[in-house]
């Protein structure tokens, strides 16, 4: 097995046509696939949502020499050098032998995604509405779940996504939630949210005027940190991937940001 049959194993889950769709189709900026191919028998793979210092050094520590990322281990336009203070994981990934795949847009937005586990884990089954939707996946998800007070909400979620690092506002029930996996809090997100009746609007890394204009149209409103809100579906990709591979296979938990 090489990097290449590692990424069609992830292609097969969740297809990276997907992430060129949300690119061509609605305006969003992606940079998933194999990264680094250093080719190869692989030897093991670190799953880690992102590519840290921490997570290369986890993988020649294990041996492992394919590090399958959720967050694009190149993201910038145009990058057009690689040295110590620009790409400077990308190049130590490269002169360990150290292959890097990376699934964002199509990973989000898959189905059994990181999306949609962020509906599951806070208790939604299915969706009544996606907010962005195309051909194989949808990212944006509004759907019931049983009714409680947002406190035993919030600290439902904080058990399930393992963190204590949640912001709550308002303090009304939670019937009807919007969540969207990462920083896809915006003004999108949020008539959408209202348009199709939410209560509660869950998500990540949302700006001050946001917030405000959250609490101000009634909303319950439920911050979780970017990694929390995402490492939880990417765990359970990692295990379906685990199935097929047949090598030795590791999740990196960066505590620091759960």
Same mark, same amino acid.
């Given at each position: ?41 692989? $030897?093991?793979? #670190?799953?880690? +949502? !992102?590519?840290?210092? *921490?997570?290369?050094?986890? &993988?020649?520590? =294990? ?12 993201? $910038?336009?145009? #990058?057009?050098? +690689? !040295?110590?203070?620009? *790409?400077?994981?990308?190049? &130590?990934?490269? =002169? ?163």
């Amino acid at each position: 097995m090489r990097p290449r049959d590692i990424y069609e194993l992830a292609d097969a889950l969740a297809p990276f046509s997907v992430s060129a769709r949300l690119v061509s189709e609605c305006g969003f900026h992606d940079n998933s696939g194999l990264l680094v191919d250093c080719g190869g028998e692989v $030897t093991g793979v #670190l799953f880690s +949502l !992102d590519l840290s210092e *921490g997570a290369v050094e986890e &993988a020649k520590e =294990r041996g492992a020499n394919v590090i399958f990322t959720h967050h694009p281990a190149i993201w $910038t336009d145009g #990058l057009r050098r +690689l !040295d110590e203070t620009c *790409g400077k994981h990308v190049l &130590a990934c490269a =002169r360990a032998g150290i292959s890097v795949i990376s699934a964002h847009l199509n990973l989000d937005a898959a189905p059994r995604g990181i999306d949609e586990s962020l509906m599951r884990g806070l208790g939604g089954e299915k969706p009544l509405a996606v907010m962005t939707e195309v051909e194989g996946g949808g990212y944006g998800r509004v759907y019931d779940v049983k009714e409680s007070p947002l406190e035993t909400f919030v600290a439902r979620a904080k058990k399930t996504f393992k963190t204590e690092r949640v912001l709550s506002y308002g303090g009304g029930k939670v019937r009807r939630v919007a969540s969207f996996c990462g920083a896809g809090f915006d003004d999108e997100a949020l008539g959408f949210a209202l348009a199709c009746g939410a209560d509660t609007l869950v998500s990540s890394d949302a700006a001050h005027h946001r917030i405000l204009g959250a609490t101000e149209c009634g909303l319950n409103l439920v911050l979780l940190t970017h990694y929390a809100s995402e490492q939880y579906g990417f765990r359970l990709f990692a295990e379906r991937m685990k199935k097929s591979i047949g090598k030795a296979c590791y999740l990196r938990e960066d505590a620091r940001f759960l």
